[in-house]
Structure formats: structure tokens, C-alpha cells
T-cell receptor, first 110, second 110 residues
Framework: SQTIHQWPATLVQPVGSPLSLECTVE??????LYWYRQAAGRGLQLLFY??????ISSEVPQNLSASRPQDRQFILSSKKLLLSDSGFYLC?????????FGNGTRLTVT | AQRVTQPEKLLSVFKGAPVELKCNYS??????LFWYVQYSRQRLQLLLR??SRESIKGFTADLNKGETSFHLKKPFAQEEDSAMYYC????????????FGKGTRLSVIA
């Protein structure tokens, strides 16, 4: 069966520091991969999605970037974090069917 | 632009009472609608999708294209239904990602 792993679960970083969140999927090949942010009172916001290695679509311009170095690996990065980057980040994958979400990463930028 | 609106941030009902979580969407094409649920300390997961026309955990949702709505209903609420519910829209099956509403927190009171 397919599983999705996302880490770390929580992260506290100072303003201006870099960020790297990692997500991997097992049990499927060539999945569609997504990064969402869940901010209080604002629901789920799609940040990036990828339909294949090296193919990244950005939905919202911001201080973040994404990369897909391998088929089942999706990384969310930032060179310099802002206070407004705080939130709950969710990785998800899909095939032909609906989305399957990871457990999420709670990021607090101080 | 595509949009999903969930007008209620919080909905509180008594156990055994009927529940209706509202969802309206904005999309000129042929939509696919979903309900996702997040129980306390669990990951976000699919509850049901309109194309399946099935009842999951006693919940049903009917797509009303005339009213552009996809309200989630259950005749008798249970305490274990307390959770965060998200309505989501996909523009077509396959690679196009979902647009989520801001979510409604359902609280079922004993």
C-alpha cells in the first residue's frame, strides 16, 4: 500500500534562517505531489505541485520554493524565512484518485 | 477564478441532531467536488466525493449545479463526527490540483 512521510513534525526557526521540509511517498510511481499551507482562519492554500521529476508549478508567489529531485521526493525550501512563513505545511500525493495527505509540519518562525 | 466557500467557521450541534455543512463553489466548467475531514490528532483524509454518490459514516453530499452547492449532510450527528471538514473542488480528474474551502469545525455536543 502507499504511504507518505513528511518531516519534521515541528520546527522552530529564527527569521532569516533557511528552511528545508521533506516529503517522500512509498508504494507508487510517478505520483503527483503537492505542498499546501494551512494557516489559521485561511484554510488550505496550494503552494506548489509537481507532475514529474523536475516539474514544479507554483500557485502563489512567495518566499518559498520547491524541488523534486527524485520521483517520490518533494522538498519545500526557503533561503530566508519570514515571520509570515509560520504555519502548518502539508505534503500530499495523488494518482488518478483523490489526494492523500501527510501528517504535516508545524513551522514557527520567531 | 475557481473558489470554494464554506460560510461557517464553526458549527455546534447536539448529539442526535441533523447536521448540514454548507459548501458553495465557483467554477464555470464541470466540477469534481470532495469533502475532506481531519479528526483530532489525525491526518487530513478524504471523506467522500460526489462522483461516487456513496454514503460514508452516515454522511451524504449531493452536487447541485443550479445552486453551485455541495452541502454535507448527516441525519443524526454523533460525538465522533466532531472534526474539521473541508470542501474541495477539482477542475478535472488527474493532474489538476484541488481548491479548498477554509473549513468548518463541527462540534457535536453530548
Amino acid at each position: 500500500s502507499q504511504t507518505i512521510h513528511q518531516w519534521p513534525a515541528t520546527l522552530v526557526q529564527p527569521v532569516g534562517s533557511p528552511l528545508s521540509l521533506e516529503c517522500t511517498v512509498e508504494g507508487t510511481s510517478n505520483p503527483n505531489l503537492y505542498w499546501y499551507r494551512q494557516a489559521a482562519g485561511r484554510g488550505l492554500q496550494l503552494l506548489f505541485y509537481s507532475v514529474g521529476i523536475g516539474q514544479i508549478s507554483s500557485e502563489v508567489p512567495q518566499n518559498l520554493s520547491a524541488s523534486r529531485p527524485q520521483d517520490r521526493q518533494f522538498i519545500l525550501s526557503s533561503k530566508k524565512l519570514l515571520l509570515s512563513d509560520s504555519g502548518f505545511y502539508l505534503c500530499a500525493w495523488s494518482g488518478i484518485g483523490p489526494l492523500h495527505f501527510g501528517n504535516g509540519t508545524r513551522l514557527t518562525v520567531t | 477564478a475557481q473558489r470554494v466557500t464554506q460560510p461557517e467557521k464553526l458549527l455546534s450541534v447536539f448529539k442526535g441532531a441533523p447536521v448540514e455543512l454548507k459548501c458553495n463553489y465557483s467554477y464555470s466548467g464541470s466540477p469534481e467536488l470532495f469533502w475532506y475531514v481531519q479528526y483530532s490528532r489525525q491526518r487530513l483524509q478524504l471523506l467522500l466525493r460526489h462522483i461516487s454518490r456513496e454514503s460514508i459514516k452516515g454522511f451524504t453530499a449531493d452536487l447541485n449545479k443550479g445552486e453551485t452547492s455541495f452541502h454535507l449532510k448527516k441525519p443524526f450527528a454523533q460525538e465522533e463526527d466532531s472534526a474539521m471538514y473541508y470542501c474541495a473542488l477539482a477542475l478535472n480528474s488527474g493532474n489538476t490540483p484541488l481548491v479548498f474551502g477554509k473549513g468548518t469545525r463541527l462540534s457535536v455536543i453530548a
